[in-house]
C-alpha cells in the first residue's frame, strides 16, 4: 500500500487484507508455530488499528507494520521468559538427547534468542538490509551484523551436514 493509505477504517481494512498474509509469514518465522503466529499477527494488527493514523501517515505502511510485529515478538518473548524464570526452580542441567537425524531451519531457529531470531529473519529471509534491521530493532548496524554472524555460526553448528529439505530414510 502507497504512503497515500486511507487514514479511516476502510483504509485499514484494505490493508490488513493486503499485508495479512504477508505478516503471518513473517510472524510464523519467528514463532516457529502456527497458533502463535497467528496470536502474533492478529496483535500487530490491533495495535496497528489503534494507531493507524501514524501507520497510514508512514511513508512505508508495510515496514511500520514489520516493525511493529517484530517489537511485539521480542517484546511478548522476553515476558513470557521472565515469566517462566520467575516460577522456575532451577535444577541441574539433563544431559541432551542424541540428535534427530533430519534438523529443520525451524528447530534451529527456535533455539536462537528472540532478538538473534528476529535479525536472522529479518535479515535472510525477509531480504532487509543491515540498516533496515537495525532501524527496525533499534540497534546498531554493526551489532546487526556481529549477532547475524554469530547466529549464522550456531545455526550452521546446530545444523551439521543436514540439508535444509532432507526427509528420514
Given at each position: 500500500?502507497?504512503a497515500?493509505?486511507?487514514?479511516?477504517?476502510?483504509?485499514?481494512?484494505?490493508?490488513?487484507?493486503?499485508?495479512?498474509?504477508?505478516?503471518?509469514?513473517?510472524?510464523?518465522?519467528?514463532?516457529?508455530?502456527?497458533?502463535a503466529?497467528?496470536d502474533?499477527?492478529?496483535?500487530?494488527?490491533?495495535?496497528?488499528?489503534?494507531?493507524?493514523?501514524?501507520?497510514?501517515?508512514?511513508?512505508?505502511p508495510d515496514?511500520?507494520?514489520?516493525?511493529?510485529?517484530?517489537?511485539?515478538?521480542?517484546?511478548?518473548?522476553?515476558?513470557?521468559?521472565?515469566?517462566?524464570?520467575?516460577?522456575?526452580?532451577?535444577?541441574?542441567?539433563v544431559?541432551?538427547?542424541?540428535?534427530?537425524?533430519?534438523?529443520t531451519?525451524?528447530?534451529?531457529?527456535?533455539?536462537?534468542?528472540?532478538?538473534?531470531?528476529?535479525?536472522?529473519?529479518?535479515r535472510?529471509w525477509?531480504?532487509?538490509?543491515?540498516?533496515?534491521?537495525?532501524?527496525?530493532?533499534?540497534?546498531?548496524?554493526?551489532?546487526?551484523?556481529s549477532?547475524?554472524?554469530?547466529?549464522?555460526?550456531?545455526?550452521?553448528?546446530?545444523?551439521?551436514?543436514?540439508?535444509l529439505?532432507t526427509t528420514?530414510?
Amino acid at each position: 500500500m502507497s504512503a497515500g493509505a486511507s487514514r479511516g477504517a476502510d483504509g485499514f481494512e484494505e490493508f490488513a487484507r493486503a499485508g495479512q498474509r504477508r505478516l503471518y509469514r513473517t510472524a510464523y518465522l519467528l514463532c516457529g508455530d502456527a497458533e502463535a503466529a497467528r496470536d502474533l499477527t492478529q496483535t500487530t494488527l490491533a495495535k496497528l488499528f489503534q494507531h493507524w493514523h501514524r501507520a497510514s501517515a508512514a511513508d512505508h505502511p508495510d515496514a511500520y507494520a514489520r516493525t511493529v510485529l517484530t517489537r511485539t515478538y521480542i517484546a511478548e518473548r522476553r515476558r513470557r521468559l521472565r515469566d517462566l524464570l520467575a516460577h522456575t526452580p532451577i535444577a541441574a542441567p539433563v544431559p541432551a538427547a542424541v540428535p534427530e537425524l533430519t534438523v529443520t531451519l525451524l528447530a534451529a531457529l527456535a533455539e536462537l534468542p528472540p532478538r538473534a531470531r528476529a535479525m536472522v529473519v529479518l535479515r535472510y529471509w525477509e531480504d532487509l538490509s543491515v540498516e533496515t534491521v537495525a532501524g527496525l530493532l533499534r540497534c546498531s548496524p554493526s551489532t546487526v551484523k556481529s549477532q547475524c554472524s554469530r547466529s549464522l555460526a550456531t545455526l550452521r553448528a546446530r545444523l551439521g551436514d543436514a540439508h535444509l529439505y532432507t526427509t528420514r530414510s
